[in-house]
């Protein structure tokens, strides 16, 4: 049986090694979380993603209003009224 204290020191530099992995770069734990072991792996892709999800959600939601406040001004209605109506020959556009 193995000795409790070895167990206790192996799991501290696994935790060690697991937490500086974690301080390095995207690119870099791609790379190296293999040599570590998969489960570590999926934990810093999980990781990953936790990030880059809000990340994402951020700019969609800011772009969202972006794009809607330029579509919906009362210029950019004008603007395209004003396009189909000459593209259809038409006057008057309802």
């Not at 690119?27 to 999800?53: D, E, M, N």
Request: net charge positive.
């Amino acid at each position: 049986m193995e000795n409790p204290v070895d167990q206790q020191r192996l799991n501290e530099y696994q935790n060690r090694v697991s937490d500086w992995i974690g301080r390095q770069g995207v690119w870099f734990q791609f790379r190296y979380a293999k040599t570590i072991g998969s489960r570590s792996l999926w934990r810093h892709f999980l990781g990953l993603v936790s990030k880059v999800v809000p990340l994402l959600i951020v700019f969609g939601i800011c772009g969202f209003f972006i794009l809607k406040s330029h579509f919906g001004t009362p210029e950019y209605r004008e603007k395209i009224t004003n396009q189909i109506s000459e593209v259809l020959g038409a006057e008057e556009i309802e």
